[in-house]
């Protein structure tokens, strides 16, 4: 298998992230350790395939698409830009709450 290299962000303009308050576990309680590592696996699958998703979009990006195409990317772009946030804050969340 060729190794995995880091591509390049999409060139296309993307909306600043807002930071949104994450979400709390009800009283503090912690997240059992069977359910976390559950939980980690799944993240971390998403995540791999989330980056797929964004590597496909920019190398996308680089062909000469017209401009209703192009608009369909830039949607593609965004989705996948927002569910790896997602992704990153119910990480966040499994992090600080898990026993």
């Known amino acids: 298998m060729p190794p995995q290299t ?24 912690k997240i059992p350790a069977e359910l976390s590592q559950q939980l980690r696996k799944l993240a971390h699958d998403l995540s791999n395939s989330m980056e797929t998703v964004m590597q496909a979009s920019y190398l996308l990006a680089q062909a000469n698409l017209d401009e209703n195409n192009r608009k369909w990317l830039s949607l593609i772009d965004q989705a996948a830009r927002d569910a790896a946030r997602i992704n990153r804050e119910i990480r966040e969340i499994l992090r600080s709450h898990s026993e």
């Open 6 to 29: 880091k591509m390049k962000p999409s060139a296309l303009p993307v909306e600043k992230e807002e930071k949104k308050p994450t979400l709390a576990v009800v009283g503090g309680s």
